[in-house]
């Protein structure tokens, strides 16, 4: 029989007696702390840029639900819009430039403005 062991994960203090010898944590619910843990370490920066995403793509909904097509840039900025976390920027045959948000294009309509479109589903 193993001797006993300190649990491996770095929330836990817990001293068990291992049933085998390759057991290093104490239950299974710490062995899903501990690698949820180390995971949340290793993509911080994706899931900093998924939250911010997420953000972004429920101010433009919300938006677009209460019958809005075109809004300024500042008046995103002012609300929460983090426009550095936009993906797929796309450029029409004009050069105008547009955002996938969510359901919908975010279009460079203007310096100071957006319009925004739902994207159809055989886009």
């Given at each position: 029989?193993?001797?006993?062991?300190?649990?491996?994960?770095?929330?836990?203090?817990?001293?068990?007696?291992?049933?085998?010898?390759?057991?290093?944590?104490?239950?299974?619910?710490?062995?899903?702390?501990?690698?949820?843990?180390?995971?949340s370490i290793e993509?911080?920066?994706?899931?900093?840029?998924?939250?911010?995403?997420?953000?972004?793509?429920?101010?433009?909904?919300?938006?677009?639900?209460?019958?809005?097509?075109?809004?300024?840039?500042?008046?995103?900025?002012?609300?929460?819009?983090?426009?550095?976390?936009?993906?797929?920027?796309?450029?029409?045959?004009?050069?105008?430039?547009?955002?996938?948000?969510?359901?919908?294009?975010?279009?460079?309509?203007?310096?100071?403005?957006?319009?925004?479109?739902?994207?159809?589903?055989?886009?």
């Open positions: 029989m193993a001797l006993p062991t300190n649990c491996q994960n770095p929330e836990c203090d817990k001293i068990f007696q291992r049933k085998n010898s390759k057991q290093i944590y104490c239950s299974l619910n710490c062995k899903n702390r501990a690698n949820y843990i180390k995971f993509n911080a920066d994706e899931i900093i840029w998924q939250k911010n995403y997420k953000k972004n793509a429920k101010i433009v909904d919300d938006i677009y639900t209460t019958g809005i097509r075109k809004v300024y840039k500042t008046t995103l900025n002012q609300i929460g819009f983090d426009k550095n976390y936009l993906k797929c920027q796309k450029k029409t045959t004009k050069g105008v430039a547009y955002f996938e948000v969510g359901m919908y294009w975010l279009i460079d309509y203007s310096i100071e403005e957006y319009e925004i479109q739902k994207i159809l589903q055989n886009e």
